[in-house]
């Protein structure tokens, strides 16, 4: 079997390659492995609703245990895995390992948690993501109200038959649909009236960079205030320190997360995250 994939790699690689070229082989090579052989953990980062300060969400981000490389970050193969389709297969496993850890943890701790999962615009081109949803949902016994998956604009502008048809029916099914990384793709904003979405993720690109930046406040109020007026909630994210805070809650803003709250963790980990946060 070694020997196999070895034959297969020199029969892949050539000489003119470049060094980049040949890792990049390398990597999808292993990748099209990793979900058989378990390499794929999931972290999960905290939101923090800014009325009570309480945790009231979850964010799963995936991770790759490479054998060798070690912890492979999300931006290095869910890129891969969209060129060679093997994120659809990724995007399942997220799911229902998602929802199974969460629900287990919101039935330990009798917490209110949302989930929110990140999918990538290749899965809504597919026309069983519905149905996996439905399934991770009903594998976890996890009220489809709690599931919150994050598209990007990219995936909206596309905008084929398949994921209208696919967004109005997960919206029908009770599932949240939140915009990720909002105004920072190349799209406008009509998609915002077009599908049922729930909630925008403000980038971090939207934050204060100093507590006197100008107009910034201004800017974020604006932006807030057009989202709930749309019945939206507003998240923003990768708040890292105090002064962005400040800034957020005199805006409107819903959440907050970020490594000023929390780094994305280990589930063995979030569960102790969450019981102190709402001591304290
Ligand atoms: P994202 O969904 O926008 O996730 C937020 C990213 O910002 C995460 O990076 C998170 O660790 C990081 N972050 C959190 N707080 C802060 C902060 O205070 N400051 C800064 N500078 N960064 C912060 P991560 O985990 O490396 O993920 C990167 C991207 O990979 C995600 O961006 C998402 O687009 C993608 N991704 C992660 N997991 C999945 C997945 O399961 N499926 C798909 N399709 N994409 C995923
Ligand atoms: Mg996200
Ligand atoms: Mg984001
Ligand atoms: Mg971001």
């Given at each position: 079997r070694a020997k196999d994939a070895g034959g297969t790699r020199m029969q892949f690689f050539s000489a003119?390659?470049?060094?980049?070229?040949?890792?990049?082989?390398?990597?999808?090579?292993?990748?099209?492995?990793?979900?058989?052989?378990?390499?794929?953990?999931?972290?999960?980062?905290?939101?923090?609703?800014?009325?009570?300060?309480?945790?009231?969400?979850?964010?799963?981000?995936?991770?790759?245990?490479?054998?060798?490389?070690?912890?492979?970050?999300?931006?290095?193969?869910?890129?891969?895995?969209?060129?060679t389709g093997l994120i659809c297969k990724i995007g399942n496993w997220v799911l229902r390992q998602a929802c199974e850890d969460v629900q287990r943890?919101?039935?330990?701790?009798?917490?209110?948690?949302?989930?929110?999962?990140?999918?990538?615009?290749?899965?809504?081109?597919?026309?069983?993501?519905?149905?996996?949803?439905?399934?991770?949902l009903q594998a976890a016994g996890m009220d489809t109200h709690r599931l919150e998956l994050e598209l990007t604009e990219s995936g909206l502008i596309e905008d084929t038959d398949t994921s209208q048809q696919l967004l109005r029916e997960l919206g029908d099914i009770g599932v949240r649909l939140a915009i990720d990384d909002f105004g920072t793709g190349y799209a406008g904003i009509a998609y915002l009236r077009q599908y049922p979405i729930d909630v925008?993720?403000?980038?971090?690109?939207?934050?204060?960079?100093?507590?006197?930046?100008?107009?910034?406040?201004?800017f974020i109020r604006a932006v807030t205030e057009m989202c709930h007026s749309l019945g939206m909630r507003v998240v923003?994210?990768?708040?890292?320190?105090?002064?962005?805070?400040?800034?957020?809650?005199?805006?409107?803003?819903?959440?907050?997360?970020?490594?000023?709250?929390?780094?994305?963790?280990?589930?063995?980990?979030?569960?102790?995250?969450?019981?102190?946060?709402?001591?304290s």
């Amino acid at each position: 079997r070694a020997k196999d994939a070895g034959g297969t790699r020199m029969q892949f690689f050539s000489a003119e390659m470049s060094v980049e070229t040949k890792n990049r082989m390398a990597l999808e090579l292993d990748l099209r492995e990793a979900l058989e052989r378990g390499e794929f953990v999931l972290h999960y980062q905290p939101r923090i609703c800014l009325d009570d300060d309480s945790p009231c969400g979850v964010e799963a981000l995936i991770r790759w245990n490479h054998p060798s490389k070690g912890l492979v970050p999300p931006n290095v193969f869910i890129p891969i895995a969209e060129t060679t389709g093997l994120i659809c297969k990724i995007g399942n496993w997220v799911l229902r390992q998602a929802c199974e850890d969460v629900q287990r943890l919101i039935d330990r701790l009798g917490t209110d948690l949302v989930l929110s999962v990140n999918v990538s615009p290749v899965q809504l081109r597919s026309p069983t993501l519905c149905g996996e949803v439905r399934q991770a949902l009903q594998a976890a016994g996890m009220d489809t109200h709690r599931l919150e998956l994050e598209l990007t604009e990219s995936g909206l502008i596309e905008d084929t038959d398949t994921s209208q048809q696919l967004l109005r029916e997960l919206g029908d099914i009770g599932v949240r649909l939140a915009i990720d990384d909002f105004g920072t793709g190349y799209a406008g904003i009509a998609y915002l009236r077009q599908y049922p979405i729930d909630v925008v993720k403000l980038d971090r690109a939207f934050l204060c960079p100093t507590p006197k930046a100008d107009g910034c406040l201004d800017f974020i109020r604006a932006v807030t205030e057009m989202c709930h007026s749309l019945g939206m909630r507003v998240v923003a994210e990768g708040v890292e320190d105090a002064d962005m805070l400040r800034q957020l809650l005199r805006s409107d803003c819903d959440e907050a997360q970020g490594y000023l709250f929390a780094q994305p963790m280990p589930l063995a980990k979030l569960g102790d995250y969450i019981i102190d946060r709402q001591a304290s």
